[in-house]
């Protein structure tokens, strides 16, 4: 340990540390637009500018290392002018259409302009004009709102191994686009919308699909369902002023039958049958020599990015569809018979943490006779808008239950929002369809946390089963790599989650989600694992029902016809 002194106080801090983090460990903050947490300093943005006695220029705190004996001033006079500078510069040339944006209200350049008293315009630049990029499916770009920070391309290729985006053009005609600047829909893009998370101005949005969602709700003729995934819950009181890691379920569900849903199920449910459909494949593959190792289908971004960078691996995913896409179906088939209704006339929406759920939702092995089968897809930034919108405040509102037959989860369903809960949730009716006899510790330690990749091995009736969990397409991809060159050769099931953190920290939840939220939102998780009985999918009584009624066996016939698909190798587009 070294001593140095902040503002008039002596500190310790790690020799060779970072002095931004060693400023923040003390309870300080200092502006930053370019910074990643456990990233490298690019010094991009100049924004985290700090005076260092002894120093002849400002030194940027994000990438400048501590030495014993050294002495900061965070906030000099010469520190805070030239950060108003900066954020006067960039403003020159933004667009000034602040009471139009999305990111009206949580812009970070915005509330550095608000925290370091910008009121006047001291600089005239021409206004940058570059087109709208509507063509993605699930992301929008608009170059004209980008500061080039450059958070969205190191999202892309350092974490995401993408690399969709970058910079293009020199000096001041630099910009951030696609190879040739052409639309996102002819990229390698995965839709997983880490960018749009990671953007601090409006340069990058999900499309919004909201008004398509009030348009059913205002057509009389429609029947409109919503679903909403496990972590949703979670995270939408983020949205509404709740304190991060609250459990919203019950109000969540009454606040979506006042918005005008005729129906609210727990996407939770289909996670159980995701976890049938899934642990029954597995053992099928073990037992007749099938393609090993199997890897999870839930996340479309990961998908995607299969059938991209990697199609030889097409074969080793699981063809079950994503939770989404089993309990769509589903509500317009057993559903619609039950209540007597036209599956053309029922419009289906999903609630999901996810942006490359919108991609999904729009694939056409996800629809039949016509018509697809989920409609529409709210992200949880969308639905906390539309909440905001009719004016529903939920912490006035009562619990409600979601609607039968899809409204008992187990909580092995409800993990799923975390990554690792999928594995976990497998491995419990894995375990007894195996030995008929239920995992004596339910809670698989090995599989938690947020750890890029997770291993574990597990004796089931004498056979080591190898297991791996993975989150973040980076890490994906070193494994992908270590067994297409068989180095690991001792694995029989993959989790992948696109994003990091899983589900929770999907490109659809709440912006700024840092990683102590992200930890916060799967603990919650976690507790609702341990504090509640149903915990393992095989038990769920509704969806025992669902398979004797309706869906016969796991794996069988009717199975196959609604909740497995298919993914082929396919170009960089859409």
Known sequence: MIKIEINGHEHEAQEGELLLHAIRRVGLNVPTLCHMDGLPPSGACRMCVVEVEGQRGLAPSCAFPVFNGMKVNTNSNRAVEARKAIIELLLANHPDDCFYCERNGSCQLQGLAESHGVRTRRFIGQKNEHPLDNSGVSVVRDPAKCVLCGKCVRACEEIQGVACIDFIGRGSSTLVGTAFNEGLNISSCVNCGQCVAVCPTGALLGKSHIKRVLDAIEDPSLYVTIQHAPSVSISIGEECGVPVGQDMMGVMHAAMRRLGFDAVFDTSFSADMTIMEEATELINRVKTGGVLPMFTSCSPGWIKYVETFFPDFIPNLSTCKSPMQMMAPVIKTFYAQRKGLDPKKIFSVAAMPCTAKKFEADRPEMGRDGYQDTDAVLTTRELGQLIRMYGINL???????????????????????????????????????????????????????????KEAHLDVNGLNVGVAVVNGLGNAKRLLEAIRSGEKTDLHFVEVMTCPGGCVGGGGQPYGATREKVMARSQTLYNIDACETLRVSHKNPELKQLYDEFLGVPNGEKAHELLHTFYHEREALL
């Open 395 to 453: 912490s006035e509102l009562e619990p409600e239950p979601a609607d039968t037959p899809f409204g008992v989860r187990s909580t092995a369903g409800k993990i799923f929002g975390a990554t690792g809960g999928v594995m976990e949730a497998a491995i419990r009716t894995a375990y007894f369809l195996l030995t008929k006899n239920e995992l004596p510790n339910l809670k698989v330690q090995a599989v938690r946390g947020l750890d890029g990749v």
